[in-house]
């Protein structure tokens, strides 16, 4: 299982540490999609902003282990 959440750094970092303290905290949102293994998901989002974006998987070990990247709106 993991799962996309975008979000600010702050905000990304500030839930992982929650994600360990509460790892079954069920959480669905429209800008976060969980993934189980072999599937698919989407998520639809509208930036109205330029600007590079963050996101994370926060399952409990995942974001620290580097499971993060950056969506760059030009
Ligand atoms: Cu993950």
Redesign the pocket.
């Given at each position: 299982m993991?799962?996309y959440v975008l979000g600010t750094k702050k905000y990304l970092d500030e839930h992982a540490e929650m994600m360990k303290k509460f790892p079954n905290m069920e959480h669905d949102e429209p800008y976060m999609a969980h993934v189980a293994p072999g599937k698919r998901s989407e998520i639809i989002w509208t930036f109205n902003r330029l600007g590079e974006f963050d996101f994370g998987?926060l399952?409990p070990g995942?974001y620290e282990a580097g499971?993060v990247g950056k969506v760059q709106v030009r």
């Open positions: 993991h799962e998987c399952l995942h499971m």
